[in-house]
C-alpha cells in the first residue's frame, strides 16, 4: 500500500495518469517513428520525379498523396520534410534550453552584473518583434536547417533564462543553499546540486511549448520562401504550394496533409507540455493521487 501511493505521487506516475498527455505522447512517438522508419522500409525517394505519373498527378496507388509541380511523390516528400520540422523544432529547443538555463542560473545566483547585463539584454531581444528578428538573421545566415536550429535556438533563451532566473532567486535564500554556502561550498558545485534541481522542473514544462512555437515559426519562414528550400523539404515549404490559387482550390491533398502534420504536432506539444505542468506541481492535482482533497467547514474544522 505504502509502496503503491508512494508511485502515484511520483511526477511519472501523475503524468501516466493523465490520459491526454499519454495520448498527445503516443500520436508524437508515432511521428517519430513514421519520419525514421518509413522512408528505408517503403523506399521512399523525395528528389526523384515520376515522369510516367506526370506532374501534379492525383492520389493514386503508386503515390498516396499524389505527386507536385516536377512529378516527386508528396508522401515521400511528407515523411522526409517531417524529418526536418521536427528536427529543428527539438533541437533549437534543445539549444534555447542549454544556453538559457546556465544563464539564468548565473543571473539569479550571482546577482550584480551577472543580472544587470543577462536581464537588459533578454529585455532587447524581447522588444523586437520576434518574427521581424528571425527573419533579418536567417536572411543574412542563408537559408537552410542548420542556421534555423542556430537562428532559432539563440533568440529562444530569453524565456529559458527568465524562467530559470525567477525561481533562482527564490531558491538562493533557502537553507539549504544557506548552509552550503557557510560550509565552504563553490559556486559551481552550489548551483548544480542545490540549485539546479530545484528550479529545472518549468524548464521541463517549457521544452514542448518551444519546440511548438519553433515548428511554427520554421513553417512560417519556410512559406514565406526564406526557410527550407527545395529541393529539400520541410512540413512548411509544402504548404508554400498553396500561394498557388488552383493548387489552394483545386489540389488539397497537396497541402491539406502538412498543414494536419504540423497543427497535430503543435497540439501535441502543447498537450506534453500540460501534462508536465500538472505532474510536476502537486499542488495543482490535489485530491488525484488516491486521496480526497482537504476542505475546510465554516467551523473551521478541517473536513477529508
Avoid at 52 to 80: E, I, K, N, Q
Avoid at 291 to 302: A, F, L, M, T
Wanted: hydrophobic share 50%.
Amino acid at each position: 500500500m505504502r509502496r503503491g501511493r508512494a508511485e502515484g505521487r511520483s511526477p511519472w506516475a501523475r503524468l501516466l495518469r493523465d490520459r491526454r498527455a499519454v495520448f498527445c505522447l503516443a500520436v508524437l512517438a508515432a511521428e517519430l517513428l513514421a519520419v525514421l522508419l518509413l522512408p528505408p522500409l517503403l523506399g521512399l525517394d523525395p528528389y526523384t520525379s515520376d515522369l510516367a505519373a506526370g506532374f501534379w498527378a492525383p492520389p493514386s496507388a503508386a503515390h498516396p498523396l499524389g505527386t507536385d509541380d516536377v512529378g516527386r511523390d508528396l508522401l515521400a516528400r511528407l515523411v522526409c520534410g517531417g524529418r526536418v520540422s521536427l528536427a529543428v523544432g527539438l533541437c533549437s529547443a534543445a539549444l534555447s534550453v542549454l544556453v538559457g538555463v546556465p544563464l539564468g542560473l548565473l543571473a539569479g545566483y550571482r546577482r550584480g552584473a551577472w543580472e544587470f547585463w543577462l536581464m537588459r539584454l533578454a529585455d532587447v531581444l524581447q522588444s523586437f518583434p520576434s518574427i521581424v528578428l528571425v527573419l533579418c538573421l536567417v536572411t543574412l545566415a542563408g537559408p537552410s536547417a542548420v542556421n534555423l536550429v542556430l537562428v532559432l535556438g539563440l533568440l529562444g533563451w530569453t524565456d529559458i533564462a527568465r524562467l530559470v532566473y525567477g525561481n533562482t532567486l527564490s531558491v538562493r535564500e533557502q537553507e539549504y543553499v544557506l548552509a552550503a554556502r557557510a560550509l565552504g561550498g563553490r559556486t559551481g558545485r552550489i548551483l548544480r546540486r542545490n540549485v539546479l534541481p530545484n528550479v529545472i522542473s518549468p524548464v521541463w514544462c517549457a521544452f514542448p511549448l518551444r519546440a511548438g512555437r519553433a515548428i511554427l515559426s520554421e513553417s512560417s519562414l519556410s512559406f514565406l520562401g526564406v526557410g527550407i528550400r527545395t529541393p529539400q523539404a520541410s512540413w512548411g515549404s509544402l504548404i508554400q504550394y498553396a500561394v498557388s490559387l488552383p493548387v489552394l482550390a483545386g489540389r488539397p491533398w497537396v497541402w491539406v496533409p502538412p498543414a494536419a502534420c504540423m497543427l497535430l504536432t503543435v497540439f501535441c506539444l502543447q498537450g506534453v507540455g500540460d501534462g508536465l505542468r500538472d505532474a510536476l506541481d502537486p499542488r495543482g492535482r490535489a485530491g488525484q493521487d488516491g486521496k480526497r482533497p482537504c476542505r475546510v467547514k465554516s467551523n473551521g474544522i478541517p473536513k477529508y
